[in-house]
């Protein structure tokens, strides 16, 4: 009898746990569910990256607090081991110290295992010790948010389930997902290995495509690589960088401040002769020089071996030729040596390469020198009857 005056009871509860609180349609709660994790993504990029692990952002307290308690909430991750480890990921970039290279872990590894990568160097006490510095450490932070990193994700998946039901574990299970895929997967995985480069960093990291929307403007990693202490990432009128957008919305508000941006390279009148300013704009904005570079060798290259079938040798040199020497694998190294001596031009083209990268990397040399060095270099380059070299060095000359 009491089970038949409780069954209503019953029924309700069997409603509440199939739709929640809200009874919303599965669309809905997966529009909310792209909402909050779009909010993630924000709060990884915007505070984590761009104002806690490079400085190049201030945020207003109350908003780096509402970043602080999002995070907590839906990833577990704190700011000081988030910070470590990226920092760490910069100073020992492509290096056997470097926590999440595929370039040394391999892409596999990085792509589907980024997050347990990351787990094992936030035990490690050096890296959090050394590159943590300068991260919260108030009492909401020694006795919460590091203290109980799993109580906050526990605490989503309850509010989660109370408000939608059923479907609220399967948004949990998506929310859980979504930065150790597109951050740990996707951006130290993907962007280091496949897409463009505007920049010829040191590193081999890539843009992966010009419009960053889904990752919050990380898409372009390559250009974050070659100008790390940037609030914005975009630098080319076609990119993106939806991370900036909302910095200039909260700047206009008071609630943000960029505290840099990336220099703009120009050219003006071609000077007779390379010049002290020569020499300062091509140090200023060697990687975006180098990047031209490279479309000039990788042009020379097409034309040169056009008629050639293709090889193991002439497969290296179109990945590896305009690449620093340091940056060649060694397996690639014995066809890369092939391919400069079956075509003189390409190995001349490699060897100024060289000269012209020692102009910054030569410490050792006064300035007067190494603008006499860079005026011999453009003597060379023009008078070497190579056209992609002349064009090359005749451009350096107008650098603003």
Same mark, same amino acid.
């Given at each position: 009898?009491?089970?038949?005056?409780?069954?209503?009871?019953?029924?309700?509860?069997?409603?509440?746990?199939?739709?929640?609180?809200?009874? %919303?349609?599965?669309?809905?709660?997966? %529009?909310?569910? %792209?909402?909050?994790?779009?909010?993630? #993504?924000v709060?990884?990029?915007?505070?984590l990256?761009?104002?806690?692990?490079?400085?190049?952002?201030d945020?207003?307290?109350?908003?780096?607090?509402? @970043?602080?308690?999002?995070?907590?909430?839906?990833?577990?991750?704190?700011?000081k081991?988030?910070?470590?480890?990226?920092?760490?990921?910069?100073?020992?970039?492509?290096?056997?110290?470097?926590?999440?290279?595929?370039?040394?872990h391999? #892409?596999?590894?990085? @792509?589907?295992?980024?997050?347990?990568?990351?787990?094992?160097e936030?035990?490690?006490?050096?890296?959090?010790? &050394?590159?943590?510095?300068?991260?919260?450490?108030?009492?909401?932070? &020694?006795?919460?948010?590091s203290?109980?990193?799993?109580?906050?994700?526990?605490?989503?998946? #309850?509010?989660?389930?109370?408000?939608?039901?059923?479907?609220?574990?399967?948004?949990?299970?998506?929310?859980?997902?979504?930065?150790?895929?597109?951050?740990?997967?996707?951006?130290?995985?993907?962007?280091?290995?496949?897409?463009? &480069?505007?920049?010829?960093?040191?590193?081999?990291?890539?843009?992966?495509?010009?419009?960053?929307?889904?990752?919050?403007? $990380?898409?372009?990693?390559?250009?974050?690589?070659?100008?790390?202490?940037?609030?914005?990432?975009s630098?080319?009128?076609?990119? @993106?960088?939806?991370?900036?957008?909302?910095?200039?919305?909260?700047?206009?508000?008071?609630?943000?401040?960029?505290?840099?941006?990336?220099?703009?390279?120009?050219?003006?009148?071609?000077?007779?002769? =390379?010049?002290?300013?020569?020499?300062?704009?091509?140090?200023?904005?060697?990687?975006?020089?180098?990047?031209?570079?490279?479309?000039?060798?990788?042009?020379?290259?097409?034309?040169?071996?056009?008629?050639?079938?293709?090889?193991?040798?002439?497969?290296?040199?179109?990945?590896?030729?305009?690449?620093?020497?340091?940056?060649?694998?060694?397996?690639? =190294?014995?066809?890369?040596?092939?391919?400069r001596?079956?075509?003189?031009?390409?190995?001349?083209?490699?060897?100024?390469? $060289?000269?012209?990268?020692?102009?910054?990397?030569?410490?050792?040399?006064?300035? $007067?020198?190494?603008?006499?060095?860079?005026?011999?270099?453009?003597?060379?380059a023009?008078?070497?009857?190579?056209?992609?070299?002349?064009? @090359?060095?005749?451009?350096?000359?107008?650098?603003?």
């Amino acid at each position: 009898m009491n089970w038949f005056l409780d069954a209503p009871m019953l029924n309700a509860t069997v409603d509440w746990l199939a739709g929640g609180l809200l009874d %919303l349609a599965w669309w809905q709660v997966l %529009l909310i569910g %792209l909402v909050a994790t779009h909010i993630t #993504i924000v709060s990884v990029t915007l505070y984590l990256h761009r104002h806690s692990a490079h400085r190049a952002l201030d945020l207003h307290p109350v908003l780096q607090h509402f @970043f602080r308690f999002w995070l907590w909430m839906t990833t577990g991750m704190t700011t000081k081991a988030w910070t470590a480890i990226h920092r760490k990921h910069h100073a020992k970039c492509e290096q056997a110290e470097d926590p999440h290279s595929p370039q040394i872990h391999g #892409i596999r590894k990085v @792509f589907w295992q980024g997050a347990e990568l990351y787990r094992a160097e936030a035990a490690n006490a050096e890296t959090m010790s &050394r590159y943590g510095h300068g991260t919260p450490n108030d009492w909401v932070e &020694r006795h919460l948010y590091s203290r109980y990193s799993a109580l906050g994700v526990s605490l989503m998946l #309850i509010i989660d389930v109370a408000l939608f039901g059923a479907l609220g574990a399967a948004l949990w299970a998506m929310q859980m997902v979504w930065i150790p895929f597109w951050a740990a997967g996707v951006v130290n995985g993907m962007g280091h290995y496949w897409g463009y &480069r505007n920049f010829e960093a040191q590193d081999a990291s890539t843009n992966l495509t010009p419009w960053g929307i889904v990752i919050g403007g $990380e898409e372009l990693h390559n250009n974050h690589h070659t100008y790390p202490t940037s609030a914005k990432f975009s630098v080319k009128p076609y990119e @993106f960088d939806i991370g900036w957008f909302y910095i200039s919305l909260l700047s206009k508000l008071g609630l943000a401040k960029a505290k840099k941006i990336p220099p703009r390279l120009a050219y003006g009148e071609m000077r007779p002769v =390379a010049d002290e300013k020569t020499l300062e704009a091509l140090i200023a904005h060697r990687y975006e020089v180098m990047a031209g570079y490279a479309r000039h060798m990788r042009a020379v290259l097409a034309q040169q071996t056009q008629s050639a079938s293709p090889s193991r040798a002439l497969q290296a040199a179109r990945r590896w030729l305009h690449r620093d020497t340091d940056k060649v694998p060694a397996t690639a =190294a014995p066809q890369l040596a092939e391919a400069r001596a079956a075509y003189p031009v390409l190995d001349q083209m490699v060897t100024m390469r $060289e000269e012209l990268r020692q102009l910054w990397l030569n410490t050792g040399r006064t300035r $007067e020198q190494l603008v006499a060095d860079l005026q011999a270099w453009c003597h060379r380059a023009e008078a070497s009857g190579i056209a992609a070299l002349r064009e @090359f060095s005749l451009k350096l000359r107008a650098m603003a």
